[in-house]
């Protein structure tokens, strides 16, 4: 996974309550995603991992997809941290892509 910060300078320029914020495995899986929601006129931008999109949430984002191979034993706790900053009143999409199995390790210890 790249660890640099990918965020487009150009984000500054539009509202941050308008952008997907997006973390995967690989720049080359990131730049498809960020391309494909381009395509459908949502604004996407790349965070090199789970921590920096917190940060960049945060700031403001319409929603958040993540590859599951991104996620680690520290991330339910991110996440929940984020999901509670946002407040009882907001909805804020969570969207965990995952592979076609039943079940992961992640998903077992998931917190509730």
């Known amino acids: 996974m790249s660890t ?3 965020i487009d300078p150009q984000s500054a320029e539009r509202s941050p309550e308008e952008r997907v914020l997006i973390v995967a495995p690989t720049a080359c899986d990131a730049d498809i995603l960020r391309q494909i929601l381009c395509e ?3 604004e ?3 965070c090199g991992g789970v921590e920096q999109l917190c940060r960049e949430a945060g700031r403001g984002a319409a929603a958040a997809l993540l590859a599951e191979e991104v996620l680690s034993p ?3 706790g991110l ?3 984020l ?9 804020f999409p969570l969207i965990v892509m995952a ?3 039943s079940s992961t390790s992640w998903g077992r210890r998931r917190s509730p």
């Open 79 to 81: 996440l929940s941290e």
């Open 99 to 101: 592979a076609g199995r």
């Open 74 to 76: 520290d991330t339910p």
């Open 40 to 42: 459908a006129g949502i």
């Open 83 to 91: 999901v509670a900053d946002h407040g009882e009143w907001s909805d």
């Open 44 to 46: 996407a931008d790349i």
């Open 4 to 6: 640099i910060e990918t």
